[in-house]
C-alpha cells in the first residue's frame, strides 16, 4: 500500500535527510518542505483561534444602535408618536505587521544541516505563536478603545477600535429579552475584591444576557484554579478519569488529564470554566462559544499567517525575514466579560 503525507519539516527530522545540508538535499525541494511546514502552522493556529475568533479580512464594519421602541393602545382616530432608533457607530480591526529577522544566504543553505535549519524555523514559529497570544490577551483584556492608523491597505483612514463595552456612552442594542441596556454605565469589565459564587455568576449572567446561546465559557488561569474550585454551592467539578470508588454508575463528564493547562474543570451556572494557557490570573473571562465569536482576527487576503520574505521571489529562501501580518479586535462587545479580582474598580492586567 502506498504511504500518503505531506513532506514537512518534521518528515525531514524523522530520518537520515536531518543531517545533509540543504544544499546536497536540494534547494527547491527544501523549499517546498518548508512551505509545507508553513501552510500546517497556519492550519494549526486557524484552528486553535476559531473558538474565540472569526478570521476575516475585513477592516470595518457598523453596529446597531438601541432598538427598542414601544407599541401605543390606539383607535381609528388615534395618532400614535412617531418613533426611530438611535443611530449605530462604525468600528473596526487593525493589521500589524510583525517580522523576524533571519537574514538566510545562498552560503547559509551550502553549509547547514536541515536538523540546524529546522531548530531556527521551530524557535521562528514559537515566537510567532508566543505574539498571537499576546495581542489576543490585549485585544480582550485591556479595556480603553483607541484609533489605529491604516498603514498597510488603501485607502490609508484612522480605524476607530472598540473594546467590550466599557460605559463610553455609545448605544447599546436591545438584549434578546427586552432589556434595554445605558450606554453610559453598561460595562463588561466588572471588578471585585474577592471572587464569590455570586460574583462569578455575575460575570456569566453578565455575557448571557446579550445572547440567546447557552454555550458560554469561562477561562482561568493555572493559578486561579483552585479558588474556582472552592466556590462550594456555585461550581460544580468534574470528577478525575482515573480508577476511584464510584457509590452509583451515573456517566458524568470527567476530567482530561492529558494537558493540564488546558482542559474543562467543572460548570458554574450557565457556563462551563477552562484553564487556558492564554488565561491571566484574577482576570476570569467569560465568552459565548455558540454564537458570533467576541473577537475578529484580521488577516490580509491570500496571506498564510508565518511566511517568508524575500527580495527576490524566485529564490524564497533566500530571505530576510519570516513575517506576519494581521491584528485582533473585538467584533462583539456583548459577547464576553472579564472579572478582575483585587478591587473594586477594573485595572487593566500589564501585558508584555
Known amino acids: 500500500m502506498p504511504r500518503v503525507g505531506t513532506l514537512d519539516i518534521d518528515s525531514l527530522l524523522a530520518n537520515s535527510t536531518a543531517f545533509q545540508t540543504i544544499a546536497s538535499f536540494g534547494v527547491e525541494e527544501f523549499a517546498q518542505a518548508v512551505q509545507n511546514d508553513l501552510t500546517v502552522h497556519d492550519a494549526n493556529l486557524r484552528d486553535a483561534l476559531g473558538e474565540i475568533a472569526l478570521v476575516t479580512t475585513e477592516r470595518l464594519w457598523a453596529s446597531s444602535g438601541t432598538d427598542s421602541m414601544e407599541m401605543f393602545e390606539a383607535d381609528e382616530y388615534s395618532r400614535v ?32 544541516t536541515v536538523s540546524e535549519f529546522a531548530a531556527q524555523l521551530s524557535a521562528a514559529r514559537r515566537a510567532h505563536v508566543a505574539m498571537l497570544y499576546r495581542d489576543l490577551r490585549r485585544s480582550i483584556y485591556l479595556s ?38 445605558d450606554g453610559a454605565t453598561h460595562t463588561h469589565y466588572l471588578a471585585n475584591a474577592t471572587l464569590t459564587g455570586a460574583v462569578a455568576t455575575s460575570l456569566v449572567n453578565t455575557v448571557l444576557e446579550h445572547r440567546v446561546t447557552g454555550g458560554i465559557r469561562v477561562v482561568v488561569a493555572q493559578a486561579d484554579r483552585s479558588a474556582w474550585e472552592g466556590l462550594t454551592g456555585f461550581f460544580k467539578p468534574y470528577p478525575d478519569p482515573r480508577v476511584q470508588y464510584l457509590a452509583t454508575d451515573v456517566n458524568r463528564q470527567t476530567i482530561s488529564i492529558d494537558r493540564m493547562n488546558n482542559l474543562a474543570i467543572g ?3 450557565a457556563a462551563e470554566v477552562w484553564v487556558k494557557p492564554w488565561g491571566i490570573a484574577n482576570y476570569p473571562l467569560a465568552y459565548d ?10 488577516t490580509r487576503e491570500n496571506d498564510l499567517m508565518l511566511e517568508t520574505a524575500a527580495e527576490n521571489d524566485a529564490f524564497p529562501l533566500h530571505a530576510q525575514f519570516l513575517e506576519s501580518h494581521y491584528g485582533f479586535a473585538v467584533r462583539n462587545r456583548g459577547a464576553a466579560a472579564i472579572l478582575y479580582v483585587g478591587g473594586g474598580s477594573y485595572v487593566d492586567p500589564t501585558i508584555s
Open 144 to 181: 480603553a478603545n483607541y484609533t489605529f492608523a491604516e498603514r498597510l491597505a488603501d485607502p490609508l483612514i484612522n480605524i476607530p477600535v472598540k473594546r467590550l463595552y466599557n460605559a463610553d456612552s455609545l448605544p447599546v442594542p436591545t438584549g434578546p429579552n427586552g432589556e434595554t441596556f
Open 289 to 298: 462559544v455558540a454564537g458570533p465569536k467576541p473577537l475578529v482576527f484580521r
Open 81 to 112: 408618536p412617531t418613533q426611530r432608533i438611535t443611530a449605530g457607530y462604525n468600528f473596526g480591526a487593525p493589521l500589524r505587521k510583525r517580522a523576524i529577522a533571519v537574514g538566510w544566504t545562498h552560503e547559509y543553505f551550502r553549509r547547514k
Open 267 to 269: 460548570t458554574l451556572g
